[in-house]
């Protein structure tokens, strides 16, 4: 459960940010339970989003760019992003990326995900509408030598995602913005496991505690 009083004061401050960023009649046609679209002032990037929430989304995303807080995506680099939803990262990222694999599953963002590629005509933009049991998998399907960049953001999968890849391809990737849920448990075992494994593989972890939800972690590595 989400922390009430920070969730309010920090939905007032994205609705501010929100404000100073976006055409409000944009936001007025959510209320009609539609897709819009929906222009960052500064960032100079338009998507489609289908949700109120969305506009959280792209505060946290595109303008506070909480992926890449402490690396960026280079020009020329090879960037993986899994949990790609409305393509709002990838979007973002494409424009100085050499290719962006997104990867997405559910049908309804998936939707919106491909309109907002055509939209902003990211021809380097791979999507992939299923989901990954390993990073090997998508590593041979792709020939993909080196990940410059994975983000993620799959709802409590990366458990099982980074149990299945092997040793291997994990050191061919060299730097991880992602989400970690920790919802019970069971799951900050397998958080304390798997940071534990990415520190013997050489990377350097930061976390830092979500805005309003504690059972969530926003982990970053880096291995350069």
Avoid at 41 to 57: A, G, P, Q, T
Avoid at 126 to 146: D, G
């Amino acid at each position: 459960m989400p922390n009430i009083p920070l969730a309010i004061v920090y939905f007032i401050q994205v609705a501010f940010t929100l404000l100073r960023e976006v055409n409000l009649f944009q936001i007025l046609t959510l209320f009609l339970g539609k897709s819009t679209l929906v222009t960052l002032k500064k960032e100079k990037i338009s998507l489609y989003i289908d949700r109120l929430f969305d506009l959280v989304i792209l505060k946290e995303v595109v303008i506070d760019n909480d992926y890449e807080k402490y690396f960026q995506v280079k020009k020329g680099d090879t960037v993986i992003d899994i949990g790609a939803s409305l393509g709002d990262f990838t979007t973002m990222v494409s424009q100085r990326a050499k290719k962006v694999y997104a990867i997405e599953i559910d049908a309804r963002r998936l939707e919106l995900l491909n309109k907002n590629i055509e939209l902003n005509q990211c021809q380097n933009v791979v999507i992939i509408p299923h989901k990954l049991k390993s990073l090997n998998e998508l590593f041979y399907e792709h020939k993909i030598r080196q990940c410059d960049f994975l983000k993620m953001d799959c709802e409590g999968c990366e458990y099982e995602l980074f149990q299945n890849t092997s040793d291997e391809i994990l050191i061919s990737v060299r730097q991880i913005a992602m989400e970690v849920h920790i919802n019970n448990l069971s799951m900050k075992g397998n958080y304390s496991i798997l940071r534990d494994r990415f520190r013997r593989l050489g990377f350097k972890p930061i976390e830092l505690s979500h805005n309003i939800m504690p059972n969530i972690l926003l982990l970053y590595l880096d291995k350069t």
